[in-house]
T-cell receptor, first 115, second 112 residues
């Protein structure tokens, strides 16, 4: 199994500011995923982050709003830019071990509240 | 359109009772189906992973079933405990694209 840590675990931010969320994995992985979970909702994929290439964003998410870095195979960051109250969510990173039918691991999540 | 629907949306049961959560999907082509447990304020944790050929898979007091013909799955929880209080999410993975399609979850509350 993989151990995933996220920082910060929670934050309260003012609108118009930006927050960078860090995701650290204890092993090297090819693909990392960033999800958003709005209150009472299920998970929505924001983007897929591969090391050494631009992140791939899902429909409705853009790089200017959610820039992602993937400097190596164990680390990634997601920035939530120019925040508004609608960005209040739990943000989770996840990793795919690369084999279909194997377990997908999630980080503990970052709970963001935007005032 | 690929969709995963779960029912009920929420459920309250007494400790020690059994319950069954439902998941219907329209995802095609199908790779595998997963049930996750998500405690409040935590990330989802995998309970079971089922491929097309598997009908039943157990993980302790959790038993998942899959009917690939009717595109239905269920998660049965036996002898519920207070610690079972959580959201249970059904996820279907589409083969080829390897996209994860998440259900909206069932919020289970177990009362003493």
């Amino acid at each position: 199994s993989a151990v995933i840590s996220q920082k910060p675990s929670r934050d309260i931010c003012q609108r118009g500011t930006s927050l960078t969320i860090q995701c650290q994995v204890d092993s090297q992985v090819t693909m990392m995923f960033w999800y958003r979970q709005q209150p009472g909702q299920s998970l929505t994929l924001i983007a897929t982050a591969n090391q050494g290439s631009e992140a791939t964003y899902e429909s409705g998410f853009v790089i200017d709003k959610f820039p992602i870095s993937r400097p190596n195979l164990t680390f990634s960051t997601l920035t939530v830019s120019n925040m508004s109250p609608e960005d209040s969510s739990i943000y989770l990173c996840s990793l795919d071990p690369g084999l279909a039918g194997t377990e997908q691991f999630f980080g503990p999540g970052t709970r963001l509240t935007v005032l | 359109k690929n969709q995963v629907e779960q029912s009920p949306q929420s459920l309250i049961i007494l400790e020690g009772k059994n319950c069954t959560l439902q998941c219907n999907y329209t995802v095609s082509p199908f790779s595998n189906l997963r049930w996750y447990k998500q405690d409040t304020g935590r990330g989802p944790v995998s309970l079971t992973i089922m491929t097309f050929s598997e009908n039943t898979k157990s993980n302790g007091r959790y038993t998942a079933t899959l009917d690939a013909d009717t595109k239905q799955s269920s998660l049965h929880i036996t002898a519920s405990q207070l610690s079972d209080s959580a959201s249970y999410i059904c996820v279907v993975i589409s083969s080829g694209t390897y996209k994860y399609i998440f259900g909206t979850g069932t919020r289970l509350k177990v009362l003493a």
